[in-house]
């Protein structure tokens, strides 16, 4: 039973470029969240997508997007990056089906530097 | 106030000893209650999840949980080198059900 995958594993990019970085979520999980964790603090909550349309958003500009594909993949776009958007991204799986609990399950993570 | 506050660190304490980590929140309305553990550059791993008032254990993990005063807590015992880590507190439900809220972390090293 696979866990839940991200790629790639660390990107370097420089100030103004786009990212995308991608996750796949565990097997039976149809919930994706995105976190950003910067060294030394807790993860902080990006958004998450559920039937293909994000439901919640945290306190993040509209540089940072996402999507959410039929098989439940998703994908986390960033444009004009930041040297404050060097951090480590972290995709979580969950399940809403009914009975399940709120349970996240997290990724290895992407390491973003920018340049 | 932090909506998650978790017991400033590091923290450390001998091979064998019982290392008790806290953390208190801010929304009553939290519902679920989580722990996870954190390599150094690694992603966080869970460890515990605890839902109503009172002790959930397992294996050498205890977490405890009081919503009356806000407060959870994840006792480790007989401490291992391989402990050594940072603990996220992290909860969810009330005002941000579906996402997590994390605290700080605090650093735990148990030395040999």
């Known amino acids: 039973d696979a866990g839940v995958t991200q790629s790639p594993t660390h990107l370097i990019k420089t100030r103004g470029q786009q990212v995308t970085l991608r996750c796949s979520p565990k097997s039976g999980h149809d919930t994706v969240s995105w976190y950003q964790q910067a060294l030394g603090q807790g993860p902080q909550f990006i958004f998450q997508?559920?039937?293909?349309?994000?439901?919640q958003r945290g306190n993040f500009p509209d540089r940072f997007s996402g999507h959410q594909f039929p098989n439940y993949s998703s994908e986390l776009n960033v444009n004009a990056l930041l040297l404050g958007d060097s951090a480590l991204y972290l995709c979580?799986?969950?399940?809403?089906?009914?009975?399940?609990?709120?349970?996240?399950?997290f990724g290895p993570g992407t390491r973003l530097t920018v340049l | 106030q932090k909506e998650v506050e978790q017991n400033s660190g590091p923290l450390s304490v001998p091979e064998g000893a019982i290392a008790s980590l806290n953390c208190t929140y801010s929304d009553r309305g939290s519902q679920s209650f989580f722990w996870y553990r954190q390599y150094s550059g690694k992603s966080p791993e869970l460890i515990m999840s605890?839902?109503?008032?009172g002790d959930k254990e397992d294996g050498r993990f205890t977490a405890q949980l009081n919503k009356a005063s806000q407060y959870v807590s994840l006792l480790i015992r007989d401490s291992q080198p391989s402990d050594s880590a940072t603990y996220l507190c992290?909860?969810?439900?009330?005002?941000?059900?579906?996402?997590?809220?994390f605290g700080q972390g605090t650093i735990l090293t148990v030395h040999p």
């Open positions: 605890i839902y109503s008032n």
């Open positions: 979580a799986s969950s399940s809403r089906l009914a009975g399940s609990t709120d349970t996240q399950y």
């Open positions: 997508y559920y039937e293909e349309e994000e439901r």
């Open positions: 992290a909860v969810t439900g009330g005002t941000s059900y579906g996402k997590l809220t």
